[in-house]
């Protein structure tokens, strides 16, 4: 009892000396009072008085910036030593009503989102803690740190994704430019101009910018995999693979380089596809794994892959892939791999057949005439070859057909190049006579 009467007399002392000093505009004194009027509540462990005079003090007419400021710094570092959940997400509230609207206290808002979203996650709540997430627009904030703001971002994705919100998880991920991760962090930073905002530095336990790196292609192959998007998970994996800190063990490289020959396989054939496979070929990494550096090998040749043999030689490596990183390559993988596999074969046809039979090209792709025909059209279909069937006849035509001005300009050009060969020829022979002639004059 007597300790209460003691408190309650110290805070009405405190709180007599804090309106003087506010009503003087004696920053340095307010905000001294105002913190010592937490700290004493928070040393008698009297939470329920903690947040009633958070709310007090912040309410009191013509209160000043940096003490409201003050107050939240300081009742922020007693939130990981309260005794219960209840006490803690009742005081992150009360900061958080204190700090709504107050632009001069939005990274504090934003630590204190961040810090309930993580309590309502390990109670399970996923949806709320997404949804808390979101409320925060980190990326208006200027006195953010830069690395901060990207992982506030890539917490909101990963709770998008966790939830299956595929679709605001995309929207939130363009907020972070891929170019922000290649950016020199051993530059001096320049010193804040007059009139700028001055960046806070920021806190420990935010991840360093290549580690967030690595957090963001992660989450975006957990993204993209979701619509198998095969290309982009690929694009990611060659984005973590080219991380230094990757590079450098060869534990962690062989698994990555493993899933860009996966998923450069699984590709569709494209332009995009063509170059990374190539570029991914001169790797001199890649003959550390003598198997994968066949296989891609065997899907640049134009020549037909049989794909029970392929499928005999390449399933345990396809199963080993659940026990690497990133897991299994899909639920879909193995369709998607024959699919492939005969698109590739397909291709090759059509660079060395310029017509032929639909039971042959059935033969050739080891298929039924009616698969061979169905996986004929749906490439024609999605333009990746130009095709024409006479089912009639069971013939197909792998060549364009020209109308007639293409045909005549052709025959003009070829005449043309024809002719220009014949002058220089002339030229040629007539310049040699005239040297030999000089040489045999006396």
Same mark, same amino acid.
């Given at each position: ?359 042959? %090209?059935?033969? #050739? @792709?080891? $298929? ?9 059209? /749906?490439?024609? !279909?999605? *333009? &990746? ?29 070829? %005449?043309?190049? #024809? @002719?220009? $060969? ?9 310049? /040699?006579?005239? !040297?030999? *002639? &000089?040489?045999?004059?006396?």
């Amino acid at each position: 009892m007597g300790d209460n009467s003691n408190l309650e007399a110290s805070i009405d002392r405190l709180l007599n000396e804090e309106k003087q000093m506010r009503l003087a505009e004696n920053v340095a004194a307010t905000r001294k009072a105002a913190t010592e009027i937490l700290q004493l509540c928070f040393e008698a462990k009297d939470w329920k008085l903690l947040n009633e005079q958070i709310l007090n003090l912040s309410k009191k007419r013509g209160q000043l910036k940096q003490a409201v400021q003050s107050m939240v710094q300081q009742a922020m570092q007693y939130i990981d030593q309260t005794p219960d959940i209840e006490t803690r997400i009742e005081l992150i509230k009360t900061l958080n009503n204190v700090s709504a609207g107050k632009i001069y206290v939005e990274i504090e808002r934003a630590r204190l989102t961040r810090k309930l979203a993580k309590i309502k996650e390990e109670q399970g709540q996923i949806a709320e803690a997404a949804d808390l997430m979101q409320e925060v627009a980190v990326e208006t904030f200027g006195a953010m740190a830069k690395t901060e703001k990207i992982a506030f971002i890539l917490e909101q994705v990963r709770l998008c994704l966790d939830r299956q919100d595929y679709v605001r998880a995309q929207i939130l991920s363009r907020k972070i430019n891929p170019r922000v991760f290649d950016a020199d962090t051993k530059k001096d930073k320049k010193k804040p101009k007059e009139g700028e905002n001055i960046v806070e530095e920021a806190p420990a336990d935010i991840p360093t910018l290549l580690e967030l790196k690595r957090i963001y292609y992660e989450l975006m192959i957990r993204y993209y995999s979701h619509n198998n998007e095969y290309l982009e998970i690929c694009r990611s994996y060659k984005a973590i693979y080219d991380i230094p800190s990757v590079k450098e063990t060869p534990e962690q490289w062989i698994p990555v380089l493993r899933k860009i020959c996966w998923f450069l396989v699984l590709a569709p054939h494209d332009p995009m596809q063509s170059s990374l496979l190539n570029a991914t070929l001169e790797d001199k990494n890649l003959s550390e794994i003598p198997d994968f550096k066949m296989l891609l090998k065997q899907v640049v040749t134009m020549e037909v892959i049989q794909w029970t043999a392929l499928w005999n030689k390449y399933k345990g490596e396809f199963e080993n892939e659940k026990s690497m990183v990133g897991g299994s390559l899909g639920d879909k993988a193995g369709e998607d791999l024959k699919l492939r596999i005969i698109e590739h074969n397909i291709l090759v046809v059509s660079k060395y057949y310029s017509r032929i039979t639909l039971k042959r %090209l059935a033969e #050739l @792709l080891c $298929l039924s005439i009616v698969e061979a025909e169905k996986h004929l059209s /749906e490439m024609v !279909v999605s *333009k &990746a070859l130009i095709a024409k069937i006479d089912r009639p006849s069971g013939i197909v035509c792998f060549q364009i057909a020209k109308d007639s001005n293409e045909i005549l300009n052709s025959w003009a050009v070829n %005449l043309e190049k #024809l @002719l220009d $060969l014949v002058e220089k020829s002339c030229h040629q022979i007539h310049k /040699e006579t005239m !040297v030999h *002639k &000089a040489a045999l004059r006396p």
